[in-house]
């Protein structure tokens, strides 16, 4: 049974913090790692599609790292903001459709001013 | 707004009726997925619908009865629904969904909450 671990599985830190978050998936078979967040009653937002080993993404003060070969992905922020509060989700592609994407229970991330 | 709308938003239903929900994209996809999500547990894909054709059914029960008549527009007709199918159930769209696609980003709507009663 392939299976998508996410530490922690919640999270509060102060506003100003940096934080970071492990996806750990099988390191067979890997097409692509995604990470979406997702805000209380809105619809989960894609941050990154990974497919490299190796490979670094950023967008604005979101950045990811990924290990393909120890099957892992660390989400980092830096200077959290309030607004950075959500559900932050990894998924992992092992088979190459779409269908094969096996989602993480996700890391609720909480963020104080 | 990510171009993935669904409806309705919130629904209430008892075992024995029939509803359905209905998901349309915006962004020229040709892939439509619907996944369920469960308390504590993680998102869980139920069915795959490239170029309108099914290409995934996740062992889902046949009292839930998927329809895409067009690569824009899926459906999701539910029938004797038992309580424990209360959940969340979210309609995403990629470009594709086939093998070459395992890059590309799936896009989700904001989900329509479903209680069973």
Same mark, same amino acid.
């Given at each position: 049974?392939?299976?998508? #671990?996410?530490?922690?599985?919640?999270?509060?830190?102060?506003? &100003?913090? !940096?934080?970071?978050?492990?996806?750990?998936?099988? !390191?067979?078979?890997?097409?692509?790692?995604?990470?979406?967040?997702? #805000? %209380?009653?809105?619809?989960? +937002?894609?941050?990154?599609?990974? %497919?490299?080993? &190796?490979? #670094?993404?950023? $967008?604005?003060?979101?950045?990811?790292?990924?290990?393909? $070969? +120890?099957?892992?992905?660390?989400?980092?922020?830096?200077?959290?903001?309030?607004?950075?509060?959500?559900?932050?989700?990894?998924?992992?592609?092992?088979? &190459?459709?779409?269908?094969?994407?096996?989602?993480? $229970?996700?890391? $609720?991330?909480?963020?104080?001013? | 707004? @990510?171009?993935? @709308?669904?409806?309705?938003?919130?629904?209430?239903?008892?075992? @024995?009726?029939?509803?359905?929900?209905?998901?349309?994209?915006?962004?020229?996809?040709?892939?439509?997925?619907?996944?369920?999500?469960?308390?504590?547990?993680?998102?869980?894909?139920?069915?795959?619908?490239?170029?309108?054709?099914? @290409?995934?059914?996740?062992?889902?029960?046949? =009292?839930? /009865?998927?329809?895409?008549?067009?690569?824009?527009?899926?459906?999701?007709?539910?029938?004797?629904?038992?309580?424990?199918?209360?959940?969340?159930?979210?309609?995403?769209? /990629?470009?594709?969904?086939?093998? =070459?696609?395992?890059?590309?980003?799936?896009?989700?709507?904001?989900? /329509?909450?479903?209680?069973?009663?």
């Amino acid at each position: 049974i392939l299976n998508v #671990e996410q530490s922690p599985q919640s999270l509060h830190v102060q506003e &100003g913090d !940096s934080t970071n978050f492990t996806c750990s998936f099988p !390191s067979s078979n890997f097409y692509a790692l995604h990470w979406y967040r997702w #805000e %209380t009653a809105k619809s989960p +937002e894609a941050l990154f599609v990974m %497919t490299l080993n &190796g490979d #670094e993404k950023k $967008k604005g003060r979101i950045s990811a790292t990924l290990n393909t $070969k +120890e099957g892992y992905s660390y989400l980092y922020i830096k200077g959290s903001q309030p607004e950075d509060s959500a559900t932050y989700l990894c998924a992992f592609n092992y088979g &190459g459709s779409q269908g094969n994407l096996i989602f993480g $229970k996700g890391t $609720k991330l909480s963020v104080k001013p | 707004e @990510t171009g993935v @709308t669904q409806t309705p938003r919130h629904l209430v239903m008892g075992m @024995t009726n029939k509803k359905s929900l209905k998901c349309e994209q915006h962004l020229g996809h040709n892939a439509m997925y619907w996944y369920k999500q469960s308390a504590k547990k993680p998102l869980e894909l139920m069915f795959v619908y490239n170029f309108k054709e099914q @290409t995934e059914n996740n062992s889902v029960p046949s =009292r839930f /009865s998927p329809e895409c008549p067009n690569s824009s527009h899926l459906f999701l007709h539910l029938h004797t629904l038992q309580p424990e199918d209360s959940a969340l159930y979210l309609c995403a769209s /990629s470009t594709h969904g086939t093998p =070459r696609a395992s890059g590309n980003t799936i896009y989700f709507g904001e989900g /329509s909450w479903l209680t069973v009663v």
